[in-house]
């Protein structure tokens, strides 16, 4: 599968008092990375919203955290779609120093196409799911 590579730089803002990241700012970067690898293919959520009604929203998530990243560090979100189901995306993203590529966190994450109006699962457009899992 296509990797997608987007680069973080740790501000203090994302960081606790010992200047280390904090463990759900690994979630915000994630879906940062997430939001830029459908960007990056041509689609934008809020267009995705107001056109065709449908949102993306975690479904189930799975990290293992194996060591900190710290204040100023440069990062890359790596992000691979695992599968892609009719109404669901599977990624694995990994999180690792952008110098040295040392695995700083992984996480197996699971999007759901919902409706806007009812948060109910829906299935994705076949043509939308074509566009977005066609160079894969």
């Known amino acids: 599968m296509e990797t997608f590579v987007w680069p973080i730089r740790v501000y203090y803002e994302d960081t606790d008092s010992g200047g ?6 690994y979630l915000k970067f994630m879906e940062r990375a997430r939001t830029e690898w459908l960007r990056a293919r041509g689609f934008e959520q809020d267009a995705l ?9 975690v479904r189930s998530l799975s990290v293992d955290y194996r060591r900190p990243a710290r204040l100023d560090d440069r990062l890359e979100v790596i992000s691979r779609m695992a599968r892609a189901g009719a109404a669901s ?6 999180i690792q120093q952008a110098d040295s590529a040392e695995a700083l966190c992984e996480a197996r994450v699971k999007v759901a196409c919902i409706d806007a109006d009812s ?4 299935r994705m457009p076949r043509d939308l799911l074509r566009e977005i899992i066609g160079d894969t």
Request: charged residues 20%; positive net charge; without cysteine.
């Open 20 to 25: 280390v990241v904090y463990y759900a700012n």
């Open 49 to 57: 919203l107001r056109d065709r009604r449908l949102l993306f929203a």
């Open 89 to 94: 995306l599977a990624f694995t993203q990994f």
């Open 119 to 122: 948060f109910q699962a829906r």
